[in-house]
């Protein structure tokens, strides 16, 4: 007999029911729930710059199952934390409350314990292969017109600070003059960066004793030959122009800790200002920063060139200086052209300028060595996947990438971030947002101001407060007893 219903006499009830759905239709509906479900506002911004395989749950331990936040929620949430102006973590839960309530989720609790546990378990490794990823492929892809279209790469050094807690003391110390509890751990950071793009190549991370050159020695493998060393006068090495000889790198650099030479003492005279040398090799003692094998390979007498730079430019602290170099070739590489490219390792220093002062790397916020470490790891992904979307944005303009401002692509991609992947907006109109972004990233060009100086003098005044010289809770003590008197500054 057929089954019918009252209110539909004659109709089959099974054949009015949906047809099941398959294990795929339901696994595309769960992934997409969970994309509206966790903050993914900048992934649709630099997204394709990271590796989606990084960002799958693991295969086991505590990012294997999806939660409130998951592995690829909480690296989201990461980057979003050091790119906001408050890069705090309560940011970051406020953040996730507000996407919540926006798609009708149930709010989660204001606690920050949830995210920073989960921070914690972010592995270094996958990290730093995201940093590899965002930096090796536009590397290679950088093309200048300079130096026979080689690739230069320049190194420097920078310091940053970090919470007072003795696990962070105990790896990066303070300065030793300072009393305990009034300073604060001090990491050295030396990094190699691409001339042209300003990609970061890779980094090592040391404490206020460790030198520059060491560091830099760990990140030979940055180095791939034909490519120029570029750098200042605390590389000038008579091991590390070798070394860097030996793996087909040239190096560019100032002259230090020797006499210059003369024409009387030159080998040949190239032209003005630029002579062919020899170096002798350096006496080796215990405080030579190799060990005495590597000093018994060193040829007696290195080859190079000296060029000397003459600056005419009035407030400038140096009237000339003297550059050292393994581009013999006075034809190939004229002595302008290696003092022009010398003269761009100040973008360096801007770089660091954008990492440390943009973004606020400056100070730390984590308070154990093992999220500084991460901590500063996710600085550099985002510098990097910034730097690519702004050589994207330049391309489509036709003007060069170190015309756009690093400042004004911060401000762009924190206002347009939370406005991409919203589910009232159609595919059309998600793509006109993100032509826009790439409009106002390239609107806002740096004027060229060659020769620029400004005095190292500041105007506002500092509020005359007094330098701790003891710590919080012995002041606090001594107050009680009547016995502390503050003095101004």
Request: glycine fraction near 4%.
């Amino acid at each position: 007999m057929q089954n019918t219903t009252p209110m539909f006499p004659g109709f089959h009830l099974p054949t009015l029911r949906r047809k099941p759905r398959s294990a795929q239709q339901i696994l595309v509906q769960k992934l997409a729930a969970i994309k509206h479900k966790s903050l993914s506002q900048l992934g649709d911004c630099l997204g394709k710059f990271i590796p989606t395989d990084y960002l799958l749950p693991s295969q086991t331990g505590s990012l294997s199952r999806r939660r409130l936040f998951s592995k690829e929620t909480t690296f989201w949430a990461f980057l979003s934390q050091v790119l906001d102006a408050d890069r705090g973590c309560q940011e970051v839960v406020r953040k996730m409350q507000a996407f919540a309530a926006s798609k009708s989720s149930p709010i989660p609790s204001s606690s920050t314990a949830a995210y920073c546990k989960a921070r914690q378990n972010l592995d270094l490794l996958e990290l730093e292969a995201i940093l590899c990823h965002t930096s090796l492929p536009l590397a290679q892809s950088a093309q200048t017109t300079r130096l026979n279209n080689r690739r230069v790469v320049v190194v420097d050094g920078t310091g940053v600070t970090m919470p007072d807690t003795p696990e962070n003391q105990e790896v990066w110390p303070q300065q030793k003059h300072q009393t305990p509890g009034c300073g604060f751990p001090q990491a050295s950071v030396c990094a190699c960066f691409c001339l042209h793009t300003g990609t970061l190549l890779s980094y090592r991370l040391g404490n206020k004793k460790s030198h520059e050159l060491p560091l830099l020695r760990e990140q030979w493998e940055t180095f791939k030959k034909d490519d120029i060393f570029l750098g200042d006068k605390g590389f000038c090495s008579y091991f590390d122009v070798f070394s860097f000889k030996e793996r087909g790198v040239d190096s560019v650099i100032t002259l230090a800790r020797r006499l210059p030479a003369t024409e009387a003492t030159a080998v040949k005279v190239l032209g003005d200002d630029d002579l062919l040398m020899t170096w002798k090799k350096p006496v080796w003692n215990k405080k030579s920063s190799y060990s005495r094998e590597d000093w018994e390979r060193l040829p007696k007498e290195l080859l190079l060139r000296q060029i000397k730079v003459t600056v005419n430019q009035p407030g400038f602290r140096v009237t000339a200086f003297y550059i050292i170099t393994t581009l013999l070739d006075a034809i190939e590489y004229p002595a302008s052209e290696i003092a022009e490219i010398y003269l761009q390792r100040w973008d360096v220093e801007l770089i660091f300028r954008d990492i440390k002062t943009t973004m606020g790397m400056d100070i730390l916020r984590c308070k154990t060595p093992d999220m500084v470490r991460k901590e500063i790891v996710m600085y550099f992904i985002a510098y990097n996947c910034i730097r690519r979307l702004m050589g994207e944005a330049a391309k489509r303009k036709g003007i060069t990438q170190h015309r756009v401002s690093f400042k004004g692509s911060v401000q762009a991609i924190r206002q347009w971030a939370p406005h991409l992947n919203q589910i009232n907006i159609s595919r059309d109109q998600q793509l006109q947002l993100k032509d826009a972004l790439y409009q106002a990233i390239a609107d806002y060009v740096v004027p060229e101001r060659p020769g620029r100086r400004e005095p190292r003098c500041i105007k506002r005044r500092p509020k005359p407060y007094q330098f701790l010289t003891q710590p919080r809770d012995k002041i606090i003590e001594l107050r009680h007893r009547g016995k502390y008197h503050a003095k101004r500054a």
